[in-house]
């Protein structure tokens, strides 16, 4: 008997179809067509912001007034703006976002918890411009009653000063505590809650029961077992979900817009009259803007979209690192 | 019957007595009560004494606060500070009867529960505040045949309407969606279809795109159709901007929509022999169909309720354009943040109504996502089944129609079976 040939590994090629060809070549064609569309925008906003960044040099990131045309602007003030809004809707919206999703997904009947899904999903989807006339037209008299009691007994704080008012004085009018940072963050808040909200319920429905019922079999109270089991558990997500809400409250216009009054000072009283955001200068100067001016504002849009950037994939990373996270995407 | 009787035959049946079973006696032993059933339920008396207590207990005290020691104004500074007290005043409350933990099991469920009712509560206030707030100018049948034109700042709210608002502003979603769904289906099944370098880049680079600020598509798309290449402020422009609005996040939900795709089903087509294209057109699109069908809706609904991009490319008007390419176009939200912003109390009204009408066009997307979609990968509602059933039925006769006439079964073959 002759020796066996020796084998070797058979190359493997798949002979694709006409129609396979076709399609692969399409959906690469789309990716492409994706991926230049995104491209553009980028680098578009980077070419167009380089002439105002490249003149403003390092007094960008430091000037506070905005008057591109008079050569002095920079974002320091409306990129405090914008961090201080998101923070108050961060502070706002977290503790809210935990309880609402620990409510739907451990507290609340079997029954409602479907519907309880849904309308905090609907929740997600009202447009910013009603979120917008809420706070305008109906929160704003309502929190200033609240502001002007925190500032009176709170106010040796420094960020819950408000200048100009002494404590009880009764002519003092309640329209120092209108358009404030605080009013415009609690609006925000509602609308990004919604959001952080779906990622966390989510992370914590997937606890695993075995060590829910290890928990209450060694004993544990409810919300034993939530401490020790849930939230552990869902953890990255809690974290992931924050970051999340925060990078939509830094980009979140209309609803700011509609609330602040602009002020191009850092304003760090957050009770107090007047603040102002990236996104509402580009919303209220874009249009009589010279061209060297608009690309000033591309300027700050493009650093307000560095901000986001870092944010979400920081965001991205921990929830995906997180034991809960394969599967809770937004 | 094949079954063997194994009982041994018993020719006399007064010998062995038949097997019997036996009822023990249920009446209960002397002296003792039929027992109560035990409820399991965890509230008692007290509890709720507790809960109406605290809660009595912080509404009088901030009321004495409200008063007397810390004066403030408004309801909303009340309901904030007698909460606090209230989950004060429940946990010294619980404190008394019950243990460490389970106080703050108390206290932490009554935090939970009112969490929840504060988001709810502010979701209904903005629901009902908005139609009630636009109600005035909602139950006039002009606000929604009419347009602006002719309507003055003082005019009465029997004139004009926001027709020319809701015209725009389907014209600017069509074009929007025309353009972002095709695209972003096509991105997402590339993505989950052709792995590798290229789609991983492509995939951040779209995930980076989702945290763009919509104001920034707006702003891109006004310094280069309209400030380079000469576009009017128009329909097409605001879709134009609305679409990359939306082109990111049609994907990401599509690619993980496409993820939750049983790789199973796709192996069983493979094993089949089917292509590539043909096991995406006949196995991966029809599974994930509710899931991508609520990814397009979802991104629908936030097409239609940006404002910040159409602000800046569509510019504003009162008339009606049907014409996306020329002339400024108006649209919903739009509409809506420029009335309010008037003085006069009917244009405020008129937002309002414009709001609401937007809200409503919001709520019958997502009411039309749920009923689509809701349901995961690959389960099918009993329609869809019966139909499933009827075409593989209609298959079934097809392929014996096309088989060589079968085989007789022998008579012999047939009886025995």
Same mark, same amino acid.
């Given at each position: 008997m002759p020796a066996p040939p020796t084998q070797r590994p058979r190359s493997l090629r798949s002979n694709l179809a006409p129609s396979d060809r076709a399609f692969r070549g399409v959906a690469r064609g789309g990716g492409a067509t994706v991926l230049v569309i995104m491209a553009l925008v980028g680098t578009f906003l980077a070419y167009r912001a380089w002439k105002a960044l490249h003149k403003a040099g390092f007094s960008f990131l430091t000037t506070?007034?905005?008057?591109p045309d008079a050569g002095q602007f920079g974002i320091a003030a409306v990129m405090v703006g914008t961090i201080l809004i998101a923070l108050v809707a961060i502070v706002v919206a977290v503790p809210l976002a935990i309880g609402t999703a620990l409510y739907i997904s451990e507290y609340a009947p079997r029954g409602i918890q479907r519907t309880l899904i849904s309308l905090v999903d609907l929740m997600a989807a009202v447009p910013s411009v009603v979120f917008g006339l809420w706070g305008f037209k109906f929160l704003e008299w309502k929190m200033t009653g609240l502001s002007r009691w925190i500032s009176d007994w709170f106010g040796w704080i420094p960020i819950f000063k408000v200048d100009g008012v002494t404590r009880?004085?009764?002519?003092?009018?309640?329209?120092?505590?209108?358009?404030?940072t605080f009013i415009a963050g609690v609006v925000v808040a509602l609308m990004v809650t919604p959001i952080a909200c779906s990622i966390m319920r989510e992370a914590f429905g997937q606890a695993p029961p075995g060590e829910r019922e290890g928990a209450y079999a060694l004993g544990a109270t409810r919300w034993g077992m939530i401490r020790s089991v849930v939230l552990p558990f869902g953890k990255g997500a809690i974290i992931g979900g924050t970051m999340l809400g925060l990078g939509r409250a830094l980009g979140e216009t209309i609803a700011v817009v509609m609330i602040i009054s602009p002020v191009f000072a850092i304003q760090?009283?957050?009770?107090?009259n007047g603040t102002s955001s990236v996104s509402s200068l580009i919303a209220l100067h874009?249009?009589?803007?010279?061209p060297f001016a608009l690309s000033a504002l591309m300027a700050a849009g493009l650093a307000l979209f560095a901000l986001t950037l870092i944010v979400n994939f920081v965001a991205a990373s921990i929830v995906a690192r997180s034991r809960s996270g394969a599967v809770s995407e937004a | 019957m094949t079954a063997v009787d194994i009982r041994p035959e018993t020719?006399?049946?007064?010998?062995v007595a038949p097997p019997r079973t036996t009822v023990p006696d249920r009446t209960p032993p002397h002296?003792?009560?039929?027992q109560a059933r035990r409820r399991?339920?965890?509230?008692?008396t007290s509890d709720f004494l507790a809960i109406f207590g605290a809660l009595l207990a912080s509404l009088t005290m901030t009321g004495l606060l409200w008063t007397q020691l810390a004066p403030f104004t408004g309801p909303l500074g009340y309901i904030v500070v007698s909460w606090f007290l209230f989950v004060l005043i429940y946990a010294v409350l619980v404190s008394f009867d019950e243990n460490r933990p389970t106080m703050w099991d108390r206290v932490s469920s009554v935090t939970v529960h009112s969490l929840g009712l504060v988001l709810l509560g502010a979701l209904i206030s903005v629901v009902v505040n908005t139609f009630v707030r636009g109600w005035t100018a909602l139950h006039h049948v002009n606000f929604f045949t009419?347009?602006?034109?002719?309507?003055?700042?003082?005019?009465?709210?029997?004139v004009g309407g926001i027709r020319h608002a809701v015209v725009g502003t389907l014209i600017e979603l069509g074009i929007a969606m025309a353009i972002a769904v095709p695209l972003g289906l096509v991105g997402a099944v590339f993505l989950h279809e052709i792995p590798g370098r290229f789609s991983r880049f492509v995939r951040t680079v779209v995930e980076a795109m989702?945290?763009?600020?919509d104001l920034l598509a707006g702003l891109f798309i006004f310094a280069t159709?309209?400030?380079?290449? =000469?576009?009017?402020?128009s329909g097409l422009a605001a879709a134009l901007a609305l679409a990359i609005t939306v082109l990111p996040i049609i994907i990401r939900t599509g690619d993980v929509v496409l993820r939750l795709v049983p790789g199973g089903l796709k192996e069983a087509s493979y094993a089949l022999g089917t292509g590539q294209w043909r096991t995406v057109w006949h196995v991966l699109l029809p599974t994930a169909r509710s899931g991508l069908a609520t990814a397009i809706i979802l991104g629908a609904a936030r097409a239609i309720g940006e404002t910040s991009p159409v602000l800046i490319t569509a510019g504003a008007t009162a008339q009606i354009n049907?014409?996306?390419?020329?002339g400024p176009m108006m649209s919903l939200p739009l509409l809506s943040y420029t009335l309010v912003q008037n003085s006069q109390d009917n244009m405020v009204a008129r937002g309002f109504g414009a709001a609401a009408t937007l809200l409503m066009m919001v709520v019958v997307l997502f009411a039309i996502a749920r009923i689509i979609g809701g349901?995961?990968? =690959?389960q099918l509602t009993a329609r869809q089944q019966r139909r499933r059933a009827v075409r593989s039925r209609r298959d079934a006769g097809r392929y014996q129609k096309r088989a060589r006439p079968a085989q007789p079964i022998p008579a012999a073959e047939a009886g025995a079976a």
């Open positions: 506070q007034d905005w008057s009880h004085d009764p002519l003092s009018t309640p329209t120092v505590y209108t358009s404030s760090s009283h957050i009770l107090q874009y249009g009589e803007s010279s | 020719k006399d049946r007064s010998i002296g003792e009560q039929a399991t339920g965890v509230l008692r009419q347009d602006l034109r002719n309507a003055g700042p003082l005019d009465p709210l029997t989702t945290a763009l600020p159709l309209i400030l380079i290449f =000469g576009l009017d402020k049907t014409d996306p390419i020329h349901r995961g990968a =690959g």
